[in-house]
């Protein structure tokens, strides 16, 4: 799977709704996959099966 940038758009108990911030698509994970200090507004990078976080809104 190529790298991609998403934003957090909500977290909703166990699972959080990641955008595309190039195709706009939305994307519900578990919680569990994504870095524990991401909140609402954060971007992430997912590259190599592996979300970071790159930024804060």
Same mark, same amino acid.
């Given at each position: 799977?190529?790298?991609?940038?998403? *934003?957090?758009?909500? %977290?909703?108990?166990?699972?959080?709704?990641?955008?595309?911030?190039?195709?706009? =698509?939305? @994307?519900? *994970?578990?919680?569990? %996959?994504?870095?524990?200090?991401?909140?609402?507004?954060?971007?992430?990078?997912? =590259?190599? @099966?592996?979300?970071?976080?790159?930024?804060?809104?």
């Amino acid at each position: 799977m190529e790298p991609k940038n998403y *934003i957090v758009v909500r %977290l909703d108990g166990d699972y959080a709704c990641l955008k595309d911030l190039v195709s706009g =698509e939305d @994307l519900f *994970i578990a919680r569990a %996959l994504i870095p524990e200090e991401s909140d609402e507004g954060t971007f992430l990078h997912y =590259e190599n @099966l592996c979300y970071t976080v790159v930024g804060q809104n």
